[in-house]
């Protein structure tokens, strides 16, 4: 069945430095990549997405990748703040369906 | 200032009782959803509705019984829940275009923190 694997479970970097969140799926038909930040007892809120037609996209610190061929797209945070301590999801649409396959989640923490 | 609210916050039950979680969507969506956050564990689809249609069981157990009234209110009825369905259950909607396989952003609620006795 389809599902989308995220690496790692946990990251810590210390403040100012990059964070990168790694995430492959099975489902060559997924077009759409969204992630989500969840901060500690908070909803999960879109922070980036980037469609299948499209290799990069930023936004300020954040940048998200796609490799259709190898079927990984990764989230990167630079110059981290203590802000951006929370648990992040990828998760991959599934075309002609209401269904997002969510990835594990990395707890990312950012140490002053 | 949330498009999607949730109630109760928090519910303790016990493994006999019958209890009901509600949400509701401000933002004029299409399509909503139940999902499933349990330690550790990805997001778990449970149910979807478009327009007030079920569109997706994703094996849920019949213990747990949806229920949407209309395309801003969606209910999750539970029943003799066991101790295994304590989690954090997660309401959220989107605005869907099924016809161009455009899924919508997600907006979630704050959820609904269960613990079954």
């Known amino acids: 069945g389809e599902n989308v694997e995220q690496h790692p479970s946990t990251l810590s970097v210390q403040e100012g430095d990059s964070a990168v969140i790694k995430c492959t799926y099975s489902?060559?038909?997924?077009?759409?990549f969204p992630w989500y930040k969840q901060e500690l007892g908070k909803r999960p809120q879109l922070i980036i997405d980037?469609?299948?037609?499209?290799g990069e996209k930023k936004d300020q610190r954040i940048a998200v990748t796609l490799n259709k061929t190898a079927k990984h797209f990764s989230l990167h945070i630079t110059e981290t703040q203590p802000e951006d301590s929370a648990v992040y999801f990828c998760a991959a649409s599934i075309p002609g369906t209401y269904k997002y396959i969510f990835g594990t989640g990395t707890r990312l923490k950012v140490l002053a | 200032e949330t498009g999607v609210t949730q109630t109760p916050r928090h519910l303790v039950m016990g493994m006999t009782n019958k209890k009901s979680l509600k949400c509701e969507q401000h933002?004029?969506?299409?399509?909503m959803y139940w999902y499933k956050q349990s330690a550790k564990k990805p997001l778990e689809l449970m149910f979807v509705y478009n327009f007030k249609e079920q569109t997706e069981n994703n094996s849920v157990p019949s213990r747990f019984s949806p229920e949407c009234p209309n395309s801003s209110h969606l209910f999750l009825h539970l029943h003799t829940l066991q101790p295994e369905d304590s989690a954090l259950y997660l309401c959220a909607s989107s605005q869907d275009s099924f016809t161009s396989g455009y899924t919508g952003e997600l907006f979630f609620g704050e959820g609904s923190r269960l613990t079954v006795l």
């Open positions: 933002l004029g969506h299409n399509a």
């Open positions: 980037i469609r299948s037609n499209v």
């Open positions: 489902d060559s038909a997924s077009n759409y």
